[in-house]
């Protein structure tokens, strides 16, 4: 079972990055997936949620209406888009699948600043 999480990095305040997890090993379209981060000295929040056939989403308050969820279950692959980027929506951020067990993946970290 693997969850892989790519395309962190640097961005300036308000600008957009796109990332994907990439899972192997287990039935993708079973599980709930969730993106989750992680700032320095701070508890793991859940960021955003979405259903195993993708009809249902939830986010924090900290992201609606910036960030967006959504999930391709031929690719086998969950997407976060974060738009309008914030200094403080700095972290690392995981993958998590929700099924009949639960996965983790090792984290993208993403630096929001100029």
């Known amino acids: 079972v693997q969850l892989v999480e790519f395309g962190g990095g640097l961005v300036q305040p308000g600008g957009s990055l796109r990332l994907s997890c990439a899972a192997s090993?287990?039935?993708?379209?079973?599980?709930?997936m969730r993106w989750y981060r992680q700032a320095p000295g701070k508890e793991r929040e859940l960021v955003a949620t979405?259903?195993?056939?993708?009809?249902?989403?939830n986010y924090a308050d900290s992201v609606k209406g910036r960030f967006t969820i959504s999930r391709d279950n031929v690719k086998n692959q969950v997407y976060l888009q974060m738009n309008s980027l914030k200094p403080e929506d700095t972290a690392m951020y995981y993958c998590?699948?929700?099924?009949?067990?639960?996965?983790w993946g090792q984290g993208t970290l993403v630096t929001v600043s100029e």
């Open positions: 090993g287990f039935t993708f379209s079973r599980y709930t």
């Open positions: 979405i259903s195993s056939a993708g009809r249902n989403t």
């Open positions: 998590n699948a929700v099924g009949p067990f639960e996965y």
